[in-house]
């Protein structure tokens, strides 16, 4: 996995569990007033299991992360790499195209201008 900061591949999974609250007291024992033995379950049922934080940590410039916060950060690396190739393409392509005609165009500017040296030439022969 690539660190989204630095681009390193320097990384280390880790998966730190939270363990859940095991219900309150307080509901347990209000629930035992109100409906009885069965109101220390109804009173526990609030108890939460607990979630796992998954993560990965850079070891060359520290940042931690989500898995889909790099793989987002290389999809975007990868889009903006595509953009610059393409763009380099559709550069290439244009002068490649563009130099016949500008070779083209430079070329009738010298017989044009070849043309009118030998007309003044002629002319300045004529005139003597």
């Known amino acids: 996995m690539k660190c989204p900061k630095c681009g390193s591949e320097n990384t ?12 309150s007291f307080t509901d347990a024992c209000c629930g035992m007033m109100i409906f009885g033995p069965i109101g220390i379950l109804c009173g ?17 410039c520290g940042k ?12 975007a690396r990868q889009e903006k790499i595509q953009q610059e190739l393409n763009a380099k393409a559709k550069r290439k392509a244009l002068l490649s195209a563009a ?7 430079i070329d009738n500017e ?9 007309a003044l030439k002629a002319r300045l022969k004529a005139d003597k």
């Open 110 to 118: 010298m017989i044009e201008a070849e043309n009118r040296y030998k």
């Open 64 to 75: 931690k992360f989500q898995a889909g916060t790099a793989q987002a950060a290389e999809k």
């Open 12 to 23: 280390q999974y880790v998966a730190v569990h939270h363990s859940g609250s095991n219900g």
């Open 99 to 105: 130099n016949p005609a500008i070779l083209q165009n």
């Open 44 to 60: 526990l049922c609030g108890a939460s299991p607990g979630f796992t934080d998954d993560y990965w940590v850079c070891h060359s």
